[in-house]
């Protein structure tokens, strides 16, 4: 089992920033992937980022030039620094592990952008 704590969430105007946090209960190194999701109300969850144990990155179009993922071995922590934020990126934000083919999800935090 891994549980996921992420902070960060709040309230932010149009073109501001916030950074998303995600600590996981076991060693970064133990996990395959990590990502960040979102899920706005009456849409489905779907990916923001993710980032390989190699440091590989993927991002949905949408959010490319303006979030970055990363990871810091030495302090076991997943970060999503979301810049130029805009209305449609208003969502709860989830994090998730995966290892091996098994997934563990965050409690998600709540990201809200007023235009």
């Known amino acids: 089992q891994v549980q996921l704590v992420e902070s960060g969430g709040g309230l932010v105007q149009a073109g501001g920033s916030l950074r998303l946090s995600c600590v996981p209960s076991r060693s970064i190194f133990s996990i395959n992937v990590m990502g960040w999701y979102r899920q706005a109300p009456g849409n489905q969850r779907e990916l923001v980022a993710t980032i390989g144990s190699g440091g590989i990155t993927n991002y949905r179009d949408s959010v490319k030039g303006r979030f970055t993922i990363s990871r810091s071995n030495a302090e076991s922590t997943v970060y999503l620094q979301m810049d130029s934020l805009k209305f449609e990126d208003t969502a709860v934000y989830y994090c998730?592990?995966?290892?091996?083919?098994?997934?563990?999800w965050g409690q998600g935090t709540q990201v809200t952008v007023s235009s």
């Open positions: 998730n592990a995966r290892i091996g083919w098994i997934e563990y």
